[in-house]
């Protein structure tokens, strides 16, 4: 049986990653997921370049939620699916541990989704606190592509590298 991407199946990831579960986008990953951040320039301060699913949880995850307070709040879940608004809010449950990562209460707010074909498009925010006490509040956009078993192959992730940078800079 084929794979059939759908806005559901990414809603579904990223609410359980919204209400501090993000065990299920992880498994969504390829374990070789080609996962492109900001330039393709590898830069370990702003987190730029190419990343596998290990290498994603160990080099970009793990140290950045490392500078900030209580974790990346992810903001509650508003999705816009196409012509027909879908609302989601939750208050997220004690913070789980994965894979040696605690995700302090993680919220998310997607500005955007759509599914087209193989392809996942979506816009979300988060924020948090740095270690330093100033605020983190990012913008992204991932671009996803799926294979046929639902495993993310491809991520092109667009973010302020910047800012990334200056977290790791200054904390």
């Not at 991520?155 to 200056?166: A, H, M, N, S």
């Amino acid at each position: 049986m084929t794979f059939k991407l759908t806005p559901d199946f990414i809603l579904t990831l990223l609410n359980e990653a919204a209400v501090g579960n993000p065990g299920p986008l992880i498994e969504a990953l390829d374990p070789e997921v080609r996962w492109r951040i900001g330039s393709e320039i590898q830069d370990d301060v702003a987190k730029t370049g190419f990343y596998n699913r290990a290498s994603w949880v160990e080099q970009v995850l793990g140290p950045l939620q490392s500078k900030l307070k209580d974790g990346l709040k992810l903001i509650p879940l508003v999705v816009d699916v196409g012509a027909q608004p879908t609302s989601l809010s939750m208050t997220p449950p004690a913070p789980p541990l994965v894979q040696g990562i605690t995700l302090s209460r993680p919220i998310l707010q997607t500005d955007g989704l759509q599914v087209i074909g193989s392809k996942a498009l979506v816009e979300f925010r988060g924020e948090a606190m740095q270690n330093n006490g100033k605020p983190y509040n990012n913008n992204y956009m991932w671009v996803m592509i799926f294979n046929e078993h639902g495993h993310a192959t491809e991520i092109r992730e667009y973010l302020d590298t910047g800012l990334v940078e200056k977290v790791f800079a200054e904390n």
